[in-house]
Structures are given as C-alpha cells and as structure tokens.
C-alpha cells in the first residue's frame, strides 16, 4: 500500500475541521476532506475534548510590537528607562520588567521579546473549579447523583443567589470534564453523564440520525384493529381494570 506523505495542518484546516465538528459531521466524514483517516482529526479535535478553543487574541494593554521595536533601539541608543518610557506612553515600571525578562539591555531583541510574550500567554489558566475546591466538591457530588451539569449550575443559582463564589454554569464544568489539563474535575466522573463519550458532541450531531426525533416500531393507522373504532364509546379506556 503506498503511504501517504505527512501532512500539516494550518490554522484554516482546524478552523475548517472545528467548522464541520460544531455542524455534527463525523470525524471520518471531516477526515475525507483531507484525505485521512478519523484517527488524524480525533487526534486534533481530543486535545480539548471536542470543545473549540477560543481564538487567541493580544490585550490592549500589552506591548505591541512596534513600542518593542522602540525599547530596541532606544536602548542600543542608550537612552534611560524613563524617557523610553516617556517615549511610549507608558510606566517606566512596564519598560523595566519588559527589558529584564528578556534578556536585559544587552540581549534585548524586539521580535524574540514579542514572541516570548506570546508563548507565555498559552500557558492555562486555572479554572473557577480548580481554584474553588468546595465548588468542584459539590459540583462532583452532584455528577455521582446523575444530575447533567445544566441541573447543578441551575441548583447552585438558586442556593447561592448572589454569591459568585458558588455560581459556575454548566458550560465550565463540560470543559473541566473533558479538558482534564483544567485540573478541576477527575476523568472517571466523565462516566456519570447522560451520555459517556471521550469528546464533547456539537447538539447538531444527533439530529444528524436518520431516526431521529421518529417513534420506532409504530403501526400505520390502517394497520390497526377494527376494535380501536369503537373506543370512543364513554367507559372503553385503553388500560385494563
């Protein structure tokens, strides 16, 4: 069998893969647009439990990488911390870490600092369950009850109105189910949900059966027996005595 060459997928191939996913395709039908197997967009698609991730985007408050560029020659220029500072617009203070953590002024280079400062932002934020332990108690309390993660976001508004510290809706405690990077909810409670699965499924997916939303097993009207014309008679029920 010939093997076929490796393939790398860009930005747009996920975004196309995550596209497909939300609409309830499965992954070999996504995998065909490809040329793959199912295994090689499960394997994407797994990395956060079939839940997208959100699109990274840089603060309005953080060093674009112009003003680093400035940082750059203004220091090679050996100008003070405060008048690059000055300069920007912005603290000496903000100036000051910016060229420590990146190697000082005699390493410092703008687009290593630019793009050091966008790999940092990947690491994960702890989530609201991992930092409350008692909220991730009652929350896994609940889930070994069979409650969905909709009743127990639902239970805990009505107990706790007003306190955030006890409110978390039922989206964060699908992602801490099924991103287990989050750190907040064990894997094994992934099998007290409704409906077990290693991913997150998009709600269109299960209206993607051909019987869904269909009775199973009916009898066609003119199929039935001539004795069901005569129970509108008062007194004739369809249960027994």
């Known amino acids: 069998m010939k093997q076929r060459p490796r393939i790398y997928y860009t930005e747009s191939h996920k975004a196309l893969m995550w596209e497909r996913w939300r609409k309830g395709e499965s992954l070999q039908h ?88 966008w790999d940092r932002g990947r690491r994960p934020k702890t989530c609201k369950l991992a930092k409350n332990r008692t909220l991730a108690h009652l929350v896994a309390d609940r889930l070994q009850m069979q409650w969905s993660p909709e009743q127990i976001a639902g239970w805990l508004r009505r107990n706790y109105p007003g306190d955030e510290t006890y409110q978390v809706s039922h989206e964060t405690i699908y992602r801490s189910l099924f991103i287990q990077a989050r750190g907040a909810l064990k894997k094994e409670l992934l099998g007290h949900l409704r409906r077990t699965r290693a991913m997150r499924r998009s709600r269109h997916h299960t209206q993607k059966t051909d019987d869904h939303g269909r009775i199973l097993d009916t009898v066609s009207i003119s199929e039935r027996p001539a004795i069901v014309e005569d129970r509108a008679v008062p007194g004739h029920w369809e249960g027994g005595e």
Not at 76 to 94: D, K, M, N, Y
């Open 30 to 117: 996504i995998a065909e647009l490809f040329d793959r197997n199912h295994s090689s967009i499960q394997r994407i698609l797994a990395e956060t439990g079939g839940i997208r991730p959100k699109q990274r985007s840089r603060s309005g408050l953080a060093l674009t990488l112009a003003e680093r560029e400035e940082i750059s020659r203004a220091v090679v220029a050996g100008h003070s911390i405060r008048s690059i500072a000055t300069l920007l617009g912005r603290a000496p203070s903000t100036v000051s870490r910016e060229i420590k953590r990146n190697g000082g002024q005699e390493c410092y280079r703008a687009s290593l600092a630019d793009q050091a400062a």
